[in-house]
């Protein structure tokens, strides 16, 4: 599978964070933060993500 870039995924979040007004995090395959509008989150493991790859499908995560 081709893989996005980084500055690539990080257009993309930056974007719908324009539209939508919420943090967004963009998770590869290995459930590892690949941009985010977080930029602490970037380089970081993000389970749901994970979850959601295995799932084949969006995993709903209410606020913690």
Not at 4 to 24: E, L, P
Not at 34 to 44: C, K
């Amino acid at each position: 599978m081709d893989t996005i870039r980084q500055k690539t995924a990080q257009q993309i979040v930056d974007t719908v964070k324009s539209v939508c007004g919420f943090d967004i995090n963009f998770i590869g395959e290995d459930g590892i933060v690949l941009a985010s509008t977080d930029p602490d989150r970037i380089g970081s493991f993000h389970e749901a993500g994970r979850q959601a790859v295995l799932a084949g499908g969006p995993i709903e995560v209410g606020e913690v």
